[in-house]
């Protein structure tokens, strides 16, 4: 008898991770690596990154972080939270030390006897507020040629920090320092944050919306992960797979870790399997994903999730107006919340369809003044 080794699971089914294969996304990446490898500075320096939850987001911005580094530059990954600003010039120091002169360092110069008394003593060149020691430390950089990549996680537009790191930021590229600045966050946290006057740099900055991977892409991170982990993907397998996921990004992960679960002792993984990591998995992502995003649905964008059941795949919005018993721009106004929270997507031709795996499923269960 042929007892095979069980491979380790090599997806990722959990937020901020960065997959083995990464999928799509490419058109991002290769711009954002010309940009870290280019000696001129390129507008793919400073990007917004939105998507719904579980897009990929994180991911992004720690995989940027990693291509960056291979190219020389010094990363600081920060989240907006309160301390933001100090955090990121802490990390920066940090990541940098093998550069920096150690002299730069605080010393402690003398500790009293109780213990509880410790000083500090500053050298001259950590005095400033936080633009100045900043720039001093870009400018010691500078004499490596090295650039700082600051990347700030699930931004929100009510914490003042965040809009100070942009406008120092923006005073940053204006004096032309090697220095970059990506962002992540929901649509609506990112709108808000770019609508700020006193941010409105970002208006500039290169916004990118990460959506459904398209599902041949989705069909090789299926492939290619298990692949790179030994084992084979048979090809009805790999067909409920796709379907399954619906091209979203954290449901790969997580119908690919459970059909790689019930497949575990196999050398292949089964059309039975798949059906079975399929079946977990949907239960998984609602409890995980559609839940959390529904809970955060007015009754206005619920109502007019609801008038899209009436049809069977996409809607117009003018049939939804309808069953709204509104006008177009009522209806216009929620289709634009609704895309911005990545629970629907429009198409070229106008039409709307569900972007979430389930979410229609989802909407039909609820009772029609439900809170969940
Ligand atoms: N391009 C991708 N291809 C395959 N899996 C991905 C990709 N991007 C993200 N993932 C996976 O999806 C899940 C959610 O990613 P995450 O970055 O946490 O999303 P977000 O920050 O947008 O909520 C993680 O398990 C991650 O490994
Ligand atoms: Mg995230």
Redesign the pocket.
Known sequence: MITTRPYDNP?????????S?????SEIISNLVRAFDSSRRSPYLSCAIT????????????FAGREAEARGWICVDASALPGLLEDIYERALDAASHLLDSSDSPRITSVSMAGAGVSWEYPASEGGNWRTRMSRLLEELAEFRTGLLITV?EVRPDLDELVQLVTAYQHFVRENRRVALLL?GLPRNMSALIRDESASFLRRAQSVT?GL?PSF?ARL?FER?CALAGKEVDDDALDVAVEAAGGF??M???VGFRMWEAAVDDESISAAAALEGARLARLEFTERILGPTYRELSPGDRAFLRAMLDDDDVSALGDVAHRLERGNSYAAQYKRRLLDQGVIEEDFDGMLRFAMPGMREFVEERPAKGTL
Do not use: Y
């Open positions: 997806f990722t089914p959990s937020f901020g991770e960065v997959p294969f990464m999928a799509g996304r998507g719904a939850r579980g897009t990929g987001k994180t991911a992004l911005l720690s996680d992540a990460l991977l892409e991170a992960t990004p954290f790969v992960q997580l």
